[in-house]
């Protein structure tokens, strides 16, 4: 996707990268804002007293271990999801704006696309058991930036061999990113499995 959207290739097809990255950050961020008020919202469902007891919080320990043990036993190949991407053919067919907000909006969701990593599903269980639309919401909002970053690395790539450069410097930080996230399994495991040991 961050060959498909870049002031290259915005410029190429007359948009500016500038409005195009700005309708994707946007378009992020507001999906996955709607997917954290409605799991909070359902989570509220359920007594405060329910989502904090012990087989709750054993069972969310569980889900979390085996996502980082999918993690890294797959790489990222064997996690459940849809194996479909954003349509690229809306790049040129669209204004770029367009491109942007739908290229976002559908990532922001994170479940339409691709999921390389468990800890999108972490997400949708801690956006749950937050049994607060706000708070799901919050950490929604954080997930949809934090899904549009990448995006923001391809600004200054003018030419096509800043482009390279970009893609080659991405590459090298696929394998710290991936360790990133599966700490932040493991760490989230052992901090529920205390709050449910404490509680």
Known sequence: MLSSISPLGERSRGSSFTRTALAY?????LAAVLVGVVLGGLGSLVGDDV???TPVLAALALLLVIGLVLDIRSGGDGVPSW?????REWIGRYRGWVTGLGFGLQLGLGFVTIITSTTTYAVYLAELLT???????LIGLVFGLVRAVPLALVRRAET??????????????AAPADMVARASLGISAVVVIVVGALG
């Open 51 to 53: 989502r904090a007891s």
């Open 83 to 87: 194996r479909r991407q954003v349509d």
């Open 160 to 173: 096509p061999q800043r482009l390279h450069e970009v893609f080659a410097g991405l590459d090298s930080w």
């Open 25 to 29: 950050v946007v378009g992020s961020a």
């Open 131 to 137: 049994g607060r639309w706000w708070a799901g919401a």
